[in-house]
């Protein structure tokens, strides 16, 4: 039984700073990512990390944003830099249970329930 449980949203004034936490036990080694949906819009794959630590990012948030594995810790992890208003959305950890990711982020196998993210 996989569970992603994400944390560390919250509101944010644009120009700031939010870092988003994955519990991922059992996971970690595999393909993982963070996708996001704002009211009203599709589903966004936002980043990617593989087993290598390879990492991959929408155009939208590359720089600002940075993907990591703290295996220490089992978690998955989100820095998000430089907010923007139309970051703000709620965020999603998931996992595919490849070792590189193949799919797009928003079809990975598991997904956890989400985390706002509100940018003013």
């Known amino acids: 039984h996989v569970q992603l449980v994400e944390s560390g949203g919250g509101s944010v004034q644009a120009g700031g700073s939010l870092r988003l936490s994955c519990a991922a036990s059992?996971?970690?080694?595999?393909?993982m990512g963070w996708f996001r949906q704002a009211p009203g819009k599709e589903r966004e794959g936002v980043a990617t990390?593989?087993?290598?630590?390879?990492?991959t990012y929408a155009d939208s948030v590359k720089v600002r944003f940075t993907i990591s594995k703290d295996s220490a810790k089992s978690t998955l992890l989100l820095q998000m830099t430089n907010l923007k208003p139309e970051d703000t959305a709620t965020y999603f950890c998931?996992?595919?249970?490849?070792?590189?990711?193949?799919?797009?982020?928003?079809?990975?196998?598991?997904r956890g329930q989400g985390t706002q993210v509100t940018v003013s």
């Open positions: 998931a996992a595919e249970p490849s070792l590189y990711c193949y799919a797009r982020t928003i079809d990975f196998s598991y």
């Open positions: 059992g996971y970690l080694q595999y393909c």
């Open positions: 990390i593989d087993s290598d630590g390879r990492t």
